[in-house]
């Protein structure tokens, strides 16, 4: 895990998997509850550890929550790639693969969202969730450029990365002012979520398909 204030890594086998249930049972009640509504009382009881042993690797409630946060993305990052490669396993022809890559990413952060959206909230304040946060975007945004860059000879726009880029940004926002992640919570739900994802990949495919002329 990443290292983090406040945070003390257990070294015996024993005292790792009681702190991982530790981190499983806050995931959990993150997801149910959010932030505020979490105590480490209800982490305790539900991790089946005593709230002194938290203690003993937390300083408190603010710490466990960086280390789960930490956990989570973790966690997103190995779906995200897990996700990607079973796209790519299908060897889909071009258009449906858009259509596909389109649907998959907002079906994952749908999946994600009761989590993503505490640690959005949470990291204008907190510089290592937040650059965390970052690497796990831009990852998950280079492995779906890439995937349909396999495809450049498919792709019809002059600049092909460019377009690559700007099909997953709208459709990236797109989905999260659905969702009402980062700033966008009041507006979440507006409109049909399986009519934005297929006009999202309708709209996509025709625009890396655009063939400008002079």
């Not at 806050?26 to 709230?51: D, F, I, N």
């Not at 079973?86 to 999946?111: K, N, S, W």
């Not at 396999?150 to 099909?167: K, N």
Request: charged share 25%; hydrophobic share 40%.
């Amino acid at each position: 895990m990443t290292e983090l204030k406040g945070f003390r890594t257990p070294q015996q086998d024993r005292s790792r998997q009681s702190f991982e249930r530790v981190l499983e049972a806050a995931t959990e009640l993150l997801g149910e509850k959010g932030y505020e509504q979490l105590t480490l009382a209800e982490v305790s009881q539900r991790a089946g550890v005593s709230t002194g042993s938290i203690y003993g690797r937390v300083r408190g409630k603010e710490d466990l929550l960086d280390a789960v946060q930490v956990h989570i993305l973790e966690r997103v990052e190995r779906q995200q790639t897990e996700l990607l490669d079973a796209i790519r396993a299908e060897r889909l022809p071009f258009d449906a693969l858009v259509v596909q890559m389109v649907t998959a990413l907002g079906e994952f952060l749908r999946a994600q969202a009761n989590l993503l959206r505490p640690l959005m909230a949470r990291a204008p304040s907190n510089p290592t969730v937040a650059t965390l946060g970052k690497r796990s975007f831009h990852k998950l945004k280079r492995g779906w450029a890439d995937t349909l860059l396999d495809h450049r000879a498919e792709i019809g726009h002059p600049r092909p990365e460019h377009a690559v880029d700007a099909c997953f940004s709208l459709a990236y926002a797109a989905f999260a002012r659905y969702l009402g992640l980062g700033s966008a919570a009041d507006v979440a739900g507006e409109g049909d979520w399986d009519e934005l994802g297929r006009d999202l990949g309708e709209m996509s495919v025709l625009f890396l398909r655009y063939r400008m002329t002079p």
